[in-house]
């Protein structure tokens, strides 16, 4: 008789057992010889060495899967009792598998050079237009580095500059009043995490989102740290967030110059860093555009119509 524990404790058991432990009672049939027990964050395995250990081989083929592929099932189950191999998508393309199993990857040639740009380099920029996937894009590769456990934890931020609306009337504390500003981060990891992963996350400190402001003092390591709307950053704003990067990191910095909500006496500092910074070996510059917007094919002709305003507003030199 040989009894084994299994640490449970870096994944969603909700997710990987499924809703009152359908999952789990699905394994135990395929197991039917072994006594199976889940307490807390480890499952205990006892029964024949062989068929424990056959059991033990199996379990951790299904983490693997279940890396890629959050929300397990009976098919992904045999899958990893057969020793299939899953081949939804190549791995080579897809960044991580979302909350419903759908696979998140690089749409456009910008943003696959994204994602092979930051595996060479510590700290990237992505410049271009809304619509264009460079948020959603850094954040992907965020929640992948997490799951690969490359890092340790996600740091989100964006500057709380309102976008000509006043929002210090809203009800509510400073987490009610600041999260309107960094919503567009919640909804991209919704997509990617599902809701009770990423609230344990959230409230283990995994995953950090917060205002460009709370930065300020720290060292980030082992982190994967994604400034997002840099353009509503100044420049004393940036170097601050810039230099907060610690040993075994990556930086990811998006922004659009052409939405700048910064108040007339302010001005935007991400240009002026990027050129600043421009000759700096480590860091790299990948910049979007039109060809990149994935949304409604609307918001491209969009783009292009208020970029031909104001070009023709720009004064001929």
Do not use: C
């Not at 959050?70 to 598998?97: H, R, T, W």
């Not at 919704?190 to 402001?213: G, V």
């Not at 609307?298 to 507003?313: P, R, S």
């Amino acid at each position: 008789m040989t009894e084994r524990i299994i640490d449970l404790k870096d994944i969603d058991q909700r997710e990987f057992f499924g809703v009152n432990e359908k999952n789990l009672s699905f394994i135990e049939t395929l197991f039917d010889r072994l006594v199976i027990s889940v307490r807390s964050d480890t499952l205990k395995v006892k029964g024949d060495e062989k068929e424990t250990e056959n059991f033990i081989k199996f379990f951790s083929r299904l983490k693997t899967i279940y890396r890629k592929i959050p929300n397990i099932n009976g098919q992904l189950i045999m899958a990893a009792f057969n020793d299939e191999k899953i081949e939804k998508e190549s791995d080579a393309e897809v960044l991580v598998y979302g909350a419903n199993g759908q696979s998140i990857k690089a749409r456009t040639k910008n943003q696959q050079k994204m994602t092979e740009e930051i595996e060479k380099k510590d700290m990237i920029f992505a410049i271009g237009p809304a619509g264009s996937g460079k948020t959603y894009t850094a954040v992907a590769l965020a929640v992948k580095y997490l799951k690969e456990k490359r890092v340790k934890r996600i740091i989100l931020t964006r500057p709380a500059v309102e976008a000509g609306e006043n929002l210090g009337f809203l009800p509510g504390g400073l987490k009610d009043k600041l999260d309107p500003y960094l919503q567009p981060l919640y909804d991209a990891l919704r997509d990617m995490l599902s809701q009770s992963k990423l609230d344990y996350l959230i409230e283990n400190h995994t995953i950090e989102i917060a205002p460009l402001a709370f930065m300020r003092g720290r060292t980030l390591e082992n982190s994967f740290a994604i400034l997002d709307e840099a353009q509503n950053a100044t420049k004393s704003q940036l170097k601050m967030f810039l230099t907060r990067m610690g040993n075994w990191s990556k930086f990811i910095i998006t922004g659009d110059p052409t939405q700048v909500d910064l108040p007339a006496k302010q001005s935007s500092g991400l240009m002026p860093t990027l050129n600043l910074l421009k000759n700096i070996k480590g860091l790299s510059v990948i910049t979007l555009n039109d060809k990149d917007i994935i949304r409604n094919p609307l918001v491209t002709k969009i783009v292009n119509a208020f970029d031909k305003e104001e070009n023709k507003e720009k004064p001929s030199e």
